[in-house]
């Protein structure tokens, strides 16, 4: 695989298809966190970084506090994620199926390269190595509450990996992957989502977790509207405000973020519509600055965008029926929170 292929850089266009003419299965995402919905596609796990980054990552939303930990090979990058994301597909291929399945993958090295679109070079498949070997070493702490009391648990990307098989120059043929426990479960109860097969082609490490964010809060929605402090925080990009709000600004003008349209609204905000519905103006019903305000009242310290789209979404799921008064509707469901 070539440095482009594992630490994009230059433009922000996508990569080449390196294998145009492959079969490829659905893939899927996992929701590693422990309490389900706090999950890898919610907050930020992995590093955003082309160079070893041995950061501590401290990370706190409503009240979930998440620490990740470097070995001394450095941080998982959102690159090295793949490798997860090619063993997920494999097992929920299985469990769609019927077969039964287990925690340790015995996969072809060349088959994932060929998923994930790297290419398959002698380098790629040292970097696939170190992929391996990064997964291994990082560390997950998290609390969180169960029956009333909180529990604190560690973990990590994955268990244990094996080279089973070398050709006579020392490549890797075949490897088995035990993956954690954690992430085992989200597969047996398919909490995971399906991406874009053009996800493997952005080039930059911060359009790979944007496209995570959209589809994880976006999902099959028409829109998503976020703000920019939010979505920075939810990124786990290291960059200042005023540099991700350009970062993001470039990604609008390029235009290439799989299955979602970005575009800037007033008062710091971005919003994620979907390619393929098309939403006619005025349709979701919109609130006043007077609603917001109280919101900010209610929840102190809250992003009152973030409840709005939250709210938002609940309105969809129930069929977007029309309401006589979106800001009675709003306040009563975020009292019910």
């Known amino acids: 695989m070539t440095a482009a292929a594992s630490s994009p850089r230059g433009s922000g266009g ?10 490829f299965f659905v893939c899927d995402i996992f929701d590693a966190s422990p309490k389900g919905d706090m999950g890898s596609m919610e907050h930020p ?36 994620k ?7 597909s494999q097992l929920m291929s299985g469990v769609n199926a019927g077969r039964a399945i287990g925690r340790t993958l015995h996969l072809k090295a060349h088959d994932l390269l060929v998923a994930t679109n790297r290419e398959t070079s002698g380098d790629g498949y040292r970097r696939l190595r170190e992929a391996l070997e990064r997964l291994a070493g990082t560390r997950i702490t998290t609390n969180y509450e169960t029956g009333g009391q909180e529990v604190t648990s560690g973990f990590g990307l994955i268990e244990s990996w094996q080279i089973v098989r070398k050709t006579r120059g020392g490549r890797m043929v ?23 097969r053009d996800y493997f082609r952005l080039r930059k490490p911060l359009q790979r977790r944007i496209y995570e964010l959209a589809r994880k809060h976006c999902g099959r929605q028409a829109e998503w509207t976020v703000s920019v402090e939010t979505l920075l925080k939810k990124s786990g990009s290291a960059s200042p405000r005023r540099v991700f709000r350009k970062m993001l600004r470039d990604m609008i003008a390029e235009g290439i973020l799989p299955d979602y349209i970005m575009s800037e609204e007033p008062g710091d905000l ?3 519509s979907r390619r393929d519905v098309v939403v006619a103006p005025g349709s979701s019903p919109t609130l006043s600055e007077a609603a917001l305000e109280e919101a900010r009242r209610l929840r102190p310290g ?14 969809r799921a129930r069929g977007g029926i029309r309401l006589k008064s979106p800001d009675k509707a709003f306040l009563g469901w975020l009292a019910k929170r």
Request: hydrophobic share 45%; glycine share 2%.
């Open 270 to 272: 971005i919003r994620f």
């Open 174 to 196: 075949s490897v088995a992957i035990t993956l954690s426990e954690w992430l085992f479960r989200a597969v047996l109860s398919k909490s995971v989502l399906t991406l874009n």
């Open 14 to 23: 996508l990569l080449p298809d390196y294998h145009p003419t492959a079969d």
């Open 45 to 80: 796990m992995f590093s955003l970084s082309t160079r070893p980054d041995r950061r501590i990552l401290s990370y706190t939303h409503n009240d979930v506090a998440i620490e990740v930990t470097p070995s001394v090979r450095g941080l998982a990058s959102i690159h090295d």
């Open 82 to 88: 793949d490798v997860l994301i090619y063993c997920i």
């Open 302 to 315: 809250a992003d009152v965008h973030a409840l709005q789209a939250d709210w938002l979404s609940v309105w």
